[in-house]
């Protein structure tokens, strides 16, 4: 397992805090309340761990296949159902909505490999993640990459607690699947749009790895 580099500065400041905040408390209380400041040391390591483990990047054996879209992030299917997309295709799509928790890996990756045909960022609200409106209304970033005929949408969505979309593609870019596409902070939720005809291989509530989960196949 290794940190993933967006969670560098936050780790940085957490570490820096904490451990003033534990330098204040022991100074201050000194040994006449030694159970408290070591309370207070052992809420602070644990919750150190726990800002240490949103950016973790677990080993593991990606799927690298042609003819399959995986995963583009851990987490769990909340959404699969045909939709009307306004923002690219302008046509009827197959979306698949995973929502990712805040104990999931948030490193976002390329569901197939191919070209970067679209790249926008919009501003928006920050909904709650399983709102069905989020996927149109909250702060969002949208790719659009194409392999031959198959284009596929991937739509990063901020909610109530992610607020920091992170998005490495550029138009034109050349990817690989299973490559890091990008990283949402603290959770939150990936749209899939696919075209209608493409076949599901995942089901609602089925729980999925980034990279390594096949969705649909074509």
Same mark, same amino acid.
């Given at each position: !397992? ?12 957490? !570490?820096?805090?904490?451990g ?12 006449? !309340? ?28 990606? /799927? ?18 045909e ?51 989020s996927? /149109? ?12 005929r !198959? ?8 909610g ?59």
């Amino acid at each position: !397992m290794t940190i993933h580099r967006e969670g560098y500065k936050t780790i940085a400041l957490a !570490m820096l805090v904490l451990g003033v905040l534990n330098l204040l408390i022991f100074w201050l209380l000194g040994a006449s !309340m030694l159970w408290l400041s070591t309370t207070v040391l052992i809420i602070s390591i644990l919750f150190f761990l726990f800002i240490v483990s949103f950016f973790r990047i677990p080993a593991r054996t990606l /799927t690298i296949r042609d003819g399959a879209i995986v995963s583009p992030c851990d987490g769990k299917v909340v959404v699969i159902e045909e939709t009307h997309d306004v923002e690219y295709f302008k046509d009827k799509r197959l979306q698949v909505s995973i929502f990712m928790s805040p104990a999931n890996v948030h490193v976002n990756r390329n569901p197939l490999s191919g070209e970067v045909l679209y790249n926008q960022y919009h501003k928006g609200k920050y909904l709650v993640a399983w709102d069905p409106k989020s996927s /149109t209304e909250n702060e969002r970033h949208s790719v659009v990459i194409r392999q031959g005929r !198959m284009e596929v949408l991937v739509k990063q969505i901020a909610g109530a607690v992610a607020k920091r979309i992170v998005n490495y593609l550029h138009v034109g870019d050349t990817v690989r699947q299973g490559e890091e596409l990008g990283f949402i902070k603290f959770g939150s939720r990936v749209d899939l749009l696919l075209p209608p005809g493409t076949k599901v291989e995942v089901s609602l509530n089925q729980v999925v790895k980034g990279g390594v989960t096949v969705i649909a196949t074509y």
